[in-house]
């Protein structure tokens, strides 16, 4: 068996795993912190062994365009249900600005049109799910590394957090709205791209239109969709359930490498 493909097998296997120990207590959770507490210190030390034997620059693999899936499911939300997204939407995002602020020397407004003009990656990847199922697509957006060059960072940044437009819950706070985040050591990786084509075409409003997160080393549940603004932060203290994610705070992972 092809060694890449068996190492990656593992990871998905030990990612899923965990996940399923985390959601599976979830009442363990508030009734014993120091359950909760060792299970954080074990996804700690997984993302640590995983940068250990990967390596922080590792690529994941890269497929040819012949690889790519016929059908790629759409997941999480279909269309966001705001009248915001649907007037934006209607003038085909002209208007929509992708907001990058928080701990940046220079924070920036920016339209689609103007990404678009930036240098670009593509790349023919593996969507990995946490509900088990996978397809190849062809995505191509701008680095983010490239924006976050561009907006500068302070030294205390950690961490980039992507809201997005779609509200899976809704309540009072907020805190229904999607939303995840992830270090800078996989924000600088060259294979974490802000995506606005999917297999040669602009993203279809099921895969997150006008723009998205792909952040290839991870579980799906990472890659954002409907990116609205990227706050630049140094903790997840004033994040809603503070775990840094929709689905983290509600139990999932923070750190979901394969």
């Known amino acids: 068996m092809n060694r890449f493909l068996t190492r990656r097998r593992f990871l998905i296997g030990s990612t899923l795993g965990a996940s399923a120990l985390t959601l599976s207590g979830c009442d363990l959770f508030d009734q014993n912190d120091k359950v909760a507490g060792v299970i954080r210190s074990a996804e700690t030390l997984t ?3 995983q940068r250990l034997l990967q390596g922080r620059d590792a690529l994941a693999r890269e497929f040819s365009e012949a690889d790519i899936s016929p059908s790629f499911r759409v997941n999480g939300t279909s269309s966001p249900d ?3 997204y649907a007037e934006l939407l209607e003038g085909r995002f002209a208007k929509w600005r992708l907001t ?7 924070p920036l407004q920016i ?3 103007d990404l678009k003009k930036l240098p670009a990656r593509t790349q023919v990847t593996r969507h990995d799910c ?3 199922w996978s397809a190849i697509g062809k995505w191509t957006g701008v680095p983010l590394g490239t924006l976050l060059k561009t907006v500068g960072l302070r030294p205390n940044a950690r961490f980039a957090v992507f809201h997005c437009a779609d509200e899976l819950e809704k309540t009072l706070d907020g805190s229904g709205r999607y939303y995840e985040s992830i270090d800078l050591v996989d924000a600088f990786h060259p ?3 802000l995506a606005y084509q999917m297999n040669g075409k602009d993203l279809t409003v099921g895969h997150g239109a006008p723009l998205r997160l792909r952040v290839e080393r991870h579980l799906g549940y990472k890659h ?3 990116v609205m603004r990227i706050e630049i932060v140094d903790s997840f203290d004033s994040l809603w359930g503070g775990n840094g994610g929709f689905w983290e705070d509600r139990g ?3 750190y979901a490498g394969i």
């Open 47 to 49: 993302m640590k062994a």
């Open 82 to 84: 705001s009248e915001e």
């Open 100 to 106: 990058i602020d928080g701990l940046v020397e220079r």
């Open 111 to 113: 339209s689609l049109d």
């Open 130 to 132: 946490v509900e088990g």
């Open 191 to 193: 294979q974490t791209i």
């Open 224 to 226: 954002a969709k409907y």
């Open 252 to 254: 999932y992972e923070w």
